[in-house]
């Protein structure tokens, strides 16, 4: 069973509005998340990260929230741009906050609609 | 400025075929990682290494080996290559093994293999 789910597999947006990509995970272990956003033909890039002692992190345009309680965490992008067509995974870090305990979500694809 | 470079980008097998992904870094990084991407399932770490000579398991290590013989090289070796390793491969380095601080992961491009 997966730990990390993103269970939208795809989103589209209207240009200049706001984009919600939504993670939802099982363990309560997990100390640390990360998003990283993938553009076909390239490898992953980090985009932002959050502490599981936060609830907010933001970033320019992107903000990830955190609710423990409720096991889910949410990318938020406003305004959304045509550049943020992509695929988003969520990804989650515990115990402990070393890569060999991440584990990535299936990804959403997002598209931005010009 | 190349990052992360593996090599072959795309490879054809034929079941108990053996091969090998090379995955360069010039970043001068300690830790190198495999890993393998399925549709509708999230990248799985097959193995990584903490430094030259050292190579460790992951979730999903069955059927693979890797080996660290220098520090910018990370190979992942198939020894019979099975159906079931049809998969995009990615390898990525990282200056730490923690996911605070420096500890981003620079990806590959992604090395897609079909075994037949």
């Known amino acids: 069973d997966q730990q990390v789910k993103q269970n939208s597999p795809s989103l589209s947006v209207q240009e200049g509005r706001i984009s919600i990509l939504n993670c939802d995970y099982t363990?309560?272990?997990?100390?640390?998340f990360l998003w990283y956003k993938k553009y076909p033909a390239e490898g992953p890039t980090f985009l932002i990260s959050i502490s599981s002692i936060k609830d907010k992190n933001e970033d320019g345009r992107f903000t990830v929230f955190l609710n423990k309680s409720a096991k889910h965490l949410s990318l938020h992008i406003v305004p959304s741009q045509p550049g943020d067509s992509a695929v988003y995974f969520c990804?989650?870090?515990?115990?402990?906050?070393?890569?060999?305990?991440?584990?990535f979500g299936p990804g959403t694809s997002l598209s931005v609609i010009p | 400025n190349a990052g992360v470079t593996q090599t072959p980008k795309f490879r054809v097998l034929k079941t108990g075929q053996s091969m090998t992904l090379l995955c360069a870094q010039d970043m001068n990084h300690e830790y190198m990682y495999w890993y393998r991407q399925d549709p509708g399932m999230g990248l799985r770490l097959i193995h990584y290494?903490?430094?030259?000579?050292?190579?460790a398991k992951g979730e999903v290590p069955d059927g693979y080996n890797v080996s660290r013989l220098k520090k910018q090289n990370f190979l992942l070796g198939l020894e019979s290559a099975a159906p079931s390793q049809t998969s995009v491969y990615f390898c990525?380095?990282?200056?730490?093994?923690?996911?605070?601080?420096?500890?981003?992961?620079?990806f590959g491009e992604g090395s897609r293999l079909t075994v037949l």
């Open positions: 990525a380095s990282s200056y730490s093994i923690s996911v605070i601080n420096t500890g981003e992961l620079f």
């Open positions: 290494s903490v430094g030259e000579g050292t190579t």
């Open positions: 990804a989650a870090a515990g115990p402990g906050v070393s890569y060999d305990k991440v584990i």
């Open positions: 363990n309560s272990m997990f100390d640390y």
